[in-house]
């Protein structure tokens, strides 16, 4: 998967069983090494960083649903960790009267680098998307 997420086609699409976008990229660099690729860990780390931009977290919830619950882009390798930006998150609210979860989904406040990359090319972006001052329930 990493081979040809790396070999400059753009659009690919993966998923990976974790509790959290962290933990995402450990699972990544486990799978790469049961799959018997002799790699260095430094090797696959830099591998993740260069092909995989977004992790989007799904999570099922006490009451049998699933949200999406983290949005984090993956901004390269500093030192030997790979570095990740969570860009949205879900905040719980509680539960209604039905038991069901309440929540809304809120911006950190960071602006991806791939959005960037998009109005420099003059493509029309809403960059309010990203605003913290938003994220009243």
């Known amino acids: 998967m990493l081979q040809a997420m790396n070999t400059g086609h753009d659009g690919s699409l993966t998923t990976a069983h974790a509790n959290t ?6 699972r990544i660099e486990v799978m790469v090494m049961m799959a ?4 260095p860990i430094q090797a ?8 995989v931009h977004l992790i ?4 099922r919830f006490s009451d049998g649903t699933r949200k999406i619950t983290a949005i984090s882009e993956i901004t390269g390798i500093e030192g030997t960790i790979v570095q990740l930006s969570e860009i949205f998150k879900y905040v719980q ?3 209604d009267g039905e038991g069901k979860v ?3 989904f809120s911006a950190t406040g960071i602006v991806p680098d791939f959005y960037e ?3 420099a090319q003059g493509i ?3 960059l309010s998307i990203f605003n913290t001052e938003d994220n009243d329930a």
Not at 21 to 26: F, L, M
Request: hydrophobic fraction near 40%.
């Open 56 to 59: 989007v977290q799904q999570s």
């Open 117 to 119: 990359k998009l109005r």
């Open 102 to 104: 309440l929540g809304y």
């Open 21 to 26: 976008p962290r933990d995402c990229i450990a």
């Open 93 to 95: 609210m509680g539960f």
């Open 124 to 126: 029309a972006v809403d």
């Open 44 to 51: 696959i780390r830099e591998q993740i960083g260069s092909a």
């Open 36 to 39: 018997g690729m002799d790699l």
